[in-house]
Every structure is written in structure tokens, then in C-alpha cells.
């Protein structure tokens, strides 16, 4: 049993308590045996609270559980998000309980701990041919594919920089293109969580929008003022053709203007409105209300703990911290130097 570490294991419910509680027990009785110190972070959304409050007995004796209560509308990838900043370990996984058994993941955490690396579960080649995931894949700064599983496992040293990335939430399953650490596969052979496949596909479309917000925007502003440009050209030209030819149709010159200035005007505005959402976007980037609703936690690192930091020799003693040996400090006799008024 390793006691040189603290473990943090997030599991975001998928399946609701009812099925999810009893497999927790199995985790926790997993960690024991092989950490001395471990935490179990359970996000559940707020609509459950009614099973969490009917499996109460079955709860209570789940020892180093902390159960994170979310708002209904929380999204998934949010969820995993918040299991892994809530963590408080040495090493941190984000644990899909279809991906792999228990006794693998313990191995797995003391692995990315000593190695100092962070571990993405992935499957098969025949998880491969999805090009739902490949479109996916284009549109984001992250290796969409559907081989990369649920389950990561991050030293505490490395994830404070995944974390406070905008693409955070979907660093924490797909590997950045452009990493901040070492990152390393391995292979599971779960078949992993059996959500709906249009419904996970499309919660992931918006998760990559909403990661890649500011870069479509600033895209967006720059194609505005490139039509904002091509328009003040056009009305260069119309009032050039007016100046310069005789015979010009009757009321192509206005109809010209109109049409270019107009045109100049919107995609001007729209690209300074782009711009200022960009900013509004990364003031108010972690700032959603009532992510967290509650938390239920049974955390105790230290109550079996009987280790003294007091050595006895023979019939004297050394004290390192606390009352010394022999008596209150009151009866400890004074040396000469410590006689001495400061």
C-alpha cells in the first residue's frame, strides 16, 4: 500500500445513482487496498438529489467520497471539467467505469504519478472509421477521434495547465494538437459508456464551438472587414465612372452607392461587434452561474492515522513537535544563555 500519495478519481454519472452508487463501492474498496490516502469526486446533476437521497444508507459508508451536485443544464464535458478542478490528489483520473477495470486504473495512477506523464486511454483501430468525428476533428484545435476514451489519468504538476486552458473540457478527453506536456496512450479494452450517439455527437459539436468561440469570431471579423474594404473600393469606382465617363445610365450611380454603402456599413459593424464579443467572451470565460449547486462529502484522510512525530530512547526522550518529554514547558530548566533578556 502507497501512502506517499493522494489519488483523486472523478466519475461523472451517466447511468444515475441507482447503478452508478453500488459501482462506486467497488472503486473505493479497489483504492484502499493499494492508497492509503484517496478521494472519490462524484458529479451528479441536481435532478438526481431524489435517488442520492433514497440510496442515503448505502452512501454513508462509502468512505472518502465527495458527491459534486450540479445544475440540471450543466453540460457533460462541464461535468468532467469540474470532477477534475475539484480534485484535490496528487495525481488525478478522470474515470469512465465502462473503460477498464478497477485494478488497471490503480496501476495506471501510480504510473502517471512516477512518470510524470499524462495517460489517455484509447481503443481499438476498429473505433477508427467514424468520419462523424473526423468532421468534428476539422473544426477543433483537438484530435477528435473516436478512439480516445473517457478515462485520463494527470499528475498534479500538469494539470493546473490543462485546466486553465479555454479548450480545458475537451483537453481532458481529446489530445491537443499542440500539447503542454507528455502525453501517452494506452489501450482499453472496455467498450465504454453507451450514451446515445447523435445526442453525445451533437453535446460535443457545441463543446467545440463554444471552446473555439473567440477564434471563429476573430475569423469572422476579418472576413467583415475584408467586405467592408471591397465595398469602399466599389464606391471608389462608381464615383471614378462618374467623373470620368460622359454617359452614364440614369441611376446606376445611387443604386451603386446605396448598395455599397450599405454593404460597407453592416460588415463594418458586424466585425467591431465581433470583436467586442471576443472580449466579453474571455472576461466572462469559467463565469457560469450555479455550476455547483452542493456537495455531500465523507472525506477523512487522517482518522486512522496513529503515527507520532516523538522519538523514545531508553529511559530519556527527544521531542520534535508538541509537549516535550518530562513535563509542561514550565518545569524545563533555563541554561544560561536562555537566562539571559533578549
Not at 488497471?104 to 489517455?120: F, H, R, S, Y
Request: proline letters at 3%; aromatic letters at 8%; hydrophobic letters at 45%.
Amino acid at each position: 500500500m502507497r501512502s506517499d500519495i493522494l489519488v483523486s478519481v472523478g466519475v461523472v454519472d451517466e447511468q444515475g445513482p441507482t447503478i452508478t452508487v453500488p459501482r462506486l463501492a467497488g472503486l473505493i474498496e479497489g483504492l484502499a487496498r493499494a492508497y492509503r490516502y484517496f478521494e472519490v469526486v462524484y458529479v451528479v446533476s441536481e435532478g438526481a438529489r431524489g435517488e442520492l437521497d433514497a440510496l442515503a444508507a448505502q452512501i454513508a459508508p462509502l468512505a472518502n467520497l465527495r458527491i459534486i451536485i450540479t445544475g440540471e443544464s450543466t453540460r457533460f464535458y462541464r461535468q468532467r471539467l469540474i470532477a477534475m478542478s475539484e480534485a484535490i490528489g496528487d495525481v488525478v483520473a478522470l474515470f469512465d467505469l465502462d473503460d477498464l477495470g478497477v485494478d488497471t486504473l490503480v496501476a495506471k495512477l501510480g504510473e502517471a504519478k512516477d512518470n510524470n506523464e499524462i495517460m489517455i486511454g484509447w481503443r481499438s483501430a476498429r473505433h477508427r472509421n467514424r468520419w462523424s468525428y473526423g468532421l468534428l476533428s476539422l473544426a477543433s484545435r483537438n484530435h477528435i477521434t473516436a478512439q480516445a476514451a473517457r478515462t485520463i489519468l494527470i499528475p498534479r504538476e500538469l494539470m493546473n495547465g490543462v485546466i486553465s486552458r479555454r479548450s480545458a473540457a475537451l483537453d481532458l478527453r481529446f489530445e491537443p494538437r499542440i500539447p503542454q506536456g507528455r502525453y501517452r496512450r494506452f489501450e482499453v479494452a472496455g467498450k465504454g459508456s453507451t450514451r446515445g450517439g447523435f445526442a453525445q455527437r451533437y453535446e460535443l459539436f457545441i463543446e467545440i464551438l463554444l471552446c473555439g468561440a473567440p477564434r471563429y469570431l476573430k475569423a469572422y471579423a476579418a472576413a467583415g472587414f475584408m467586405v467592408m474594404i471591397g465595398a469602399s473600393l466599389y464606391m471608389v469606382y462608381a464615383l471614378a465612372v462618374v467623373l470620368l465617363r460622359k454617359h452614364v445610365q440614369e441611376g446606376w450611380f445611387s443604386t451603386t452607392i446605396t448598395q455599397a454603402g450599405s454593404t460597407a456599413f453592416i460588415a463594418g459593424g458586424m466585425s467591431i461587434l465581433s470583436i467586442a464579443l471576443i472580449a466579453i467572451y474571455e472576461r466572462l470565460h469559467g463565469g457560469e452561474d450555479r455550476i455547483i449547486v452542493d456537495e455531500i462529502a465523507n472525506t477523512s484522510f487522517f482518522d486512522k492515522v496513529t503515527d507520532r512525530n516523538v522519538e523514545l530512547t531508553g529511559g530519556g526522550g527527544r521531542a520534535f513537535a508538541g509537549t516535550p518529554v518530562g513535563g509542561p514547558i514550565g518545569q524545563l530548566p533555563i541554561t544560561g544563555e536562555q537566562s539571559h533578556d533578549a
